[in-house]
């Protein structure tokens, strides 16, 4: 039940208030994640304001995470963000970077084929013209959760293998490095906010139009080969990035700049 009184004298705006008031009531843990939000009409009826207002205030909060709209069902609080952490002092996958928090990723192989690399992508990985690539296309998905549509390419000539192994619940990094010995030594990992387009939000169970982060990494080998390019869509309303530094020490032995 939501119990809050709005200050129709104060310059705050109405749909503003009836958020912070709702975002407090969950931060608080008055509001259990599953609990149902009451109707607009209700809302509108019981704070004395429009549907407008109320619309406004719980699609705030849906983009931010706090609260889920499902058709037919309507709002529910929603489970708490999952943490993503970067670790920008060591390279891992995202299979491995989740097990360490405990959280298990499941893989849905989307698409698994050979491809004449497009101009951007013989660009990224340092490829000739005509040069084919492996796309491995798979949903990511913790806890029953579509987290990411994960995108990623690898030159053909150097990783041919790649191309009979199913990678449904399977690491690509563990593979190279078990059966070519190569490893991600350096990588150049890129962020931009986005929207969802059709397809992308059937597939990470979301709205048309949701907002979503956009990911894409070159991975470079020891040798300072480009192995990987990986554009990866990430859904923004159920986890966060988290990015930890940490201090590196100079050749003195004392503190070095605080670096990634």
Do not use: C, W
């Amino acid at each position: 039940m939501i119990d809050f009184q709005l200050d129709q004298k104060s310059p705050v705006p109405l749909y503003y208030q009836i958020k912070e008031q709702i975002r407090g009531l969950i931060l608080s843990g008055e509001l259990q994640p599953g609990d149902m939000i009451p109707s607009e009409e209700i809302l509108s009826e019981q704070l004395q304001v429009s549907r407008m207002t109320v619309r406004h205030a719980l699609g705030d909060l849906a983009i931010e995470g706090l609260l889920t709209r499902k058709r037919a069902i309507g709002t529910i609080v929603a489970s708490p963000r999952q943490e993503l952490p970067l670790f920008m002092n060591r390279l891992v996958g995202l299979t491995e970077d989740m097990a360490e928090k405990g959280v298990n990723v499941t893989s849905q192989v989307l698409s698994h084929e050979r491809q004449e690399a497009t101009y951007e992508i013989r660009q990224q990985l340092q490829l000739h013209l005509h040069e084919a690539v492996i796309l491995i296309r798979r949903l990511r998905s913790t806890n029953k959760f579509p987290l990411v549509i994960e995108n990623t390419y690898h030159p053909l000539e150097r990783f041919p293998d790649l191309l009979e192994i199913d990678f449904t619940n399977r690491s690509i990094y563990q593979f190279l490095q078990e059966n070519y010995r190569v490893r991600i030594h350096q990588a150049q990992d890129s962020f931009v906010a986005g929207i969802a387009d059709v397809e992308e939000a059937k597939l990470l169970e979301i709205e048309d139009g949701a907002p979503v982060m956009r990911y894409q990494r070159i991975g470079i080998d020891g040798e300072g080969i480009p192995i990987e390019f990986t554009r990866s869509i990430y859904r923004a309303d159920r986890f966060r990035f988290v990015v930890n530094f940490s201090r590196g020490t100079a050749e003195n032995g004392q503190d070095g700049p605080v670096r990634s």
